[in-house]
């Protein structure tokens, strides 16, 4: 979802997204692991915007369901 809707930003307003949500959600003293969740995300950020660049759509909501068979994803997204 983080880099999903990061990827619809310029640069810098991608960086402060991703400092913001990583400072919430990883302890300031794990860099390593800051740095490696950074990592993932721009390349997430980067594959969004080279296979879904036509997309304008912004996801607002998720929810993963184990069926017990595997996992069922739904999304809500903008209009």
């Known amino acids: 979802m983080l880099a999903w809707n990061a990827a619809f930003l310029p640069p810098g307003e991608q960086e402060k ?6 400072g919430a959600g ?11 969740l950074n990592e993932i995300v ?21 929810e993963l369901t184990d069926t017990g068979n595997g996992f069922h994803l739904t999304v809500a997204s903008t209009l």
């Open 17 to 22: 997204m991703i400092d913001e949500v990583l």
């Open 42 to 62: 721009r390349a997430l950020i980067a594959r969004t915007q080279a296979l879904f660049s036509g997309y304008t759509r912004k996801i607002i909501n998720f």
């Open 26 to 36: 990883v302890p300031a003293d794990a860099g390593e692991l800051r740095t490696g």
